[in-house]
């Protein structure tokens, strides 16, 4: 991959204004049902509008020779956390390859993130419940927790193995150090 540099977000959605903030309500609406809890609060349309007025078009985006990820920090990724406690402390990653083809090297989501926030931070790409599925392009999402958080779960040290080997999944120049 080559470097990232900084890009100008065209998102080339054919959605309305309208549909995304609707899209935007009824994510807070069913997780707040979902949840049974009151930490989550649903915003009003005014809020919802500038939430994708200041978040959504205001994105960072950066783009390589085979990426382009579209980086929502700190208050701007807000639209996408649901609990109170970390709002304003996440960093979103929307990750999409130029060619459309769908990624899965998690390698290459790791450089990613080490290269846009931190190698110092976690982040968790989620596999939702049905119900929250959204699967309308060969597009991924990265959580990045604030610098100083661990979730609750993983490993506890660093093992990687930088052996070289060849072919299937240990292909050469595959593991990193």
């Known amino acids: 991959?080559?470097?990232?540099?900084k890009a100008v977000l065209d998102d080339g959605t054919k959605k309305t204004r309208y549909d995304l903030l609707q899209m935007f309500?009824?994510?807070?609406?069913?997780?707040?049902?979902?949840?049974?809890t009151t930490s989550i609060h649903t915003p009003s349309m005014k809020q919802l509008e500038e939430m994708f007025q200041n978040n959504i078009l205001n994105a960072e985006c950066y783009m390589n020779d085979k990426y382009q990820v579209n980086v929502y920090r700190n208050?701007?990724?807000?639209?996408?956390?649901?609990?109170?406690?970390?709002?304003g402390?996440?960093?979103?990653?929307?990750?999409?390859?130029?060619?459309?083809?769908?990624?899965?090297?998690?390698?290459?989501l790791m450089d990613i993130k080490?290269?846009?926030t931190s190698p110092e931070q976690e982040a968790v790409e989620l596999y939702p419940a049905e119900w929250?599925?959204?699967?309308?392009?060969?597009?991924?999402?990265l959580f990045v927790f604030p610098?100083?958080?661990?979730?609750?779960?993983?490993?506890?040290?660093r093992l990687v193995d930088t052996t070289e080997r060849?072919?299937?999944?240990n292909k050469a120049g595959q593991r990193g150090s």
């Open 89 to 108: 402390k996440m960093t979103y990653l929307s990750i999409k390859r130029l060619d459309k083809q769908s990624i899965h090297d998690w390698r290459e």
């Open 166 to 169: 060849k072919g299937g999944i």
């Open 75 to 87: 208050e701007k990724a807000d639209f996408m956390v649901l609990h109170e406690n970390l709002k």
């Open 132 to 141: 929250r599925r959204v699967d309308t392009a060969n597009q991924y999402h």
């Open 25 to 36: 309500k009824r994510r807070f609406d069913i997780a707040k049902s979902d949840l049974n």
């Open 147 to 157: 610098k100083g958080f661990a979730p609750a779960f993983g490993y506890m040290e």
């Open 114 to 116: 080490n290269t846009l």
């Open 1 to 5: 991959m080559t470097p990232f540099r």
